[in-house]
């Protein structure tokens, strides 16, 4: 297959906005770019998809840059639902330095920041040469506006596609860029690019969005009870994304493994295959996580997320390092231990335990592990010598139900 046929192949392209970008796709040479705004300090694997877009681009000769919008990070894109709260500007000034490094680290990207051209453009200057060209019509039918509009938008978000549009008018003229990348909600702000750049310079440019991805709920890719999956392992361990992944539910696995690895066609199909004659092993999540954390973090970090996984599930915890048990148990109820007491004591003291006859019965029924070891003595003494890398104590209740102590 050419870049185009395996992007179609593998579900990436949703909207392309002219015929001839599917020749020069595959002819190579085009400089493109794609952007996000600074609201947090790390990227999160949703948009991880759009960065291995660069990688597949590039690979086939085209030339990336990423655009890391200051300036429309504080004037906040419109998410068709409700106004976005007011930016800090000191806020959203480290969170564009946070997000230079780690794409600058993870994918060896140029990394531009619209703030460079907006700081001194006025505004007289800004409506006449950019908002003279763009009809009032045509950005309220844009589905994002049209849907917050319902509920009320502020000047500030509804100019925000003129802002990312003049982004395609200045690197078009300053870096060569004449193809922009995004995703599927961003479609208006896209094409409103291509209008600015060929009504103010006469030049054709191209653009074409990448699907939202979900899972089968309609849910976002990345989001766990909430919370994002963040590519910064400090924010999420190998071990939780390592989790999040080998949970996805089977019937999107085919789906994922073309959209977020470079395996080709045959070898997916391969592991479709096995994948399907036995479930319950979870070979398409297992290669999945393989390829995406290693890709991010490296193998040495998959490794060990893989180790962590697997001595949990086997309740054998005693050869992870510190390291690794903080990762293992990061989320777990956690407290202080201050003082030698009998496990019976240690577990109501310590509320793991409604009551010390509770704490006597999980014991003598053998419910109680401490360190991975089942404990059904009623008269065993955690002491500090028994602690994990001189720190931890571990309890389980039952089968899934941890607690960690920790000497400070």
Not at 20 to 41: E, Q, R, S, V
Not at 186 to 205: F, H
Not at 298 to 305: I, L, T
Not at 363 to 392: H, M, P, Q, R
């Amino acid at each position: 297959m050419n870049l185009y046929e395996d992007l179609m192949w593998r579900g990436l392209i949703k909207d392309i906005s002219s015929p001839d970008l599917k020749d020069k796709l595959n002819d190579g040479g085009l400089t493109f770019y794609i952007g996000t705004d600074p609201t947090a300090d790390s990227l999160h694997i949703g948009h991880y998809l759009s960065f291995l877009m660069t990688r597949r681009l590039a690979s086939a000769g085209h030339h990336p840059i990423l655009l890391v919008g200051m300036a429309t990070g504080l004037v906040g894109d419109p998410r068709g639902t409700v106004e976005r709260e007011k930016s800090d500007p000191e806020v959203i000034k480290h969170n564009y330095s946070k997000l230079k490094a780690q794409v600058e680290k993870l994918f060896n990207m140029k990394v531009v920041n619209n703030y460079d051209w907006f700081k001194d453009m006025n505004y007289i200057e800004f409506l006449r040469d950019i908002g003279k060209y763009i009809n009032v019509n045509y950005m309220i039918n844009k589905d994002l506006v049209k849907r917050q509009m319902e509920t009320g938008i502020s000047y500030a978000e509804f100019s925000y596609m003129l802002i990312q549009g003049y982004d395609f008018k200045y690197l078009h003229e300053h870096e060569g860029v004449d193809l922009q990348i995004g995703g599927s909600d961003q479609w208006g702000n896209l094409t409103t690019g291509i209008e600015i750049v060929r009504k103010t310079t006469g030049d054709e440019v191209y653009a074409f969005s990448i699907p939202l991805v979900t899972d089968s709920q309609g849910n976002k890719f990345g989001k766990s009870e909430g919370n994002a999956i963040w590519l910064d392992k400090n924010k999420t361990s190998s071990y939780k994304m390592y989790q999040y992944l080998i949970n996805l539910e089977d019937s999107m696995m085919e789906s994922y493994l073309k959209l977020f690895t470079f395996l080709t066609k045959e070898e997916i199909e391969n592991i479709m295959k096995e994948h399907n004659a036995k479930p319950e092993l979870r070979i398409a999540q297992k290669k999945l996580a393989q390829e995406i954390i290693t890709d991010i973090h490296g193998k040495e970090e998959y490794e060990s997320a893989l180790k962590v996984s697997e001595a949990l599930f086997k309740g054998n915890i005693k050869n992870l390092n510190k390291e690794q048990l903080i990762q293992a148990f990061n989320d777990v109820p956690s407290f202080s231990i201050t003082e030698e007491l009998n496990l019976v004591d240690f577990l109501n003291n310590n509320k793991i335990v409604s009551s010390k006859r509770e704490a006597r019965e999980l014991i003598n029924n053998k419910a109680i592990s401490v360190n991975g070891d089942i404990v059904d003595d009623l008269e065993y003494v955690i002491t500090k010598e028994k602690a994990l890398c001189g720190e931890f104590i571990i309890i389980r209740k039952g089968k899934k139900k941890y607690y960690l102590g920790n000497y400070k």
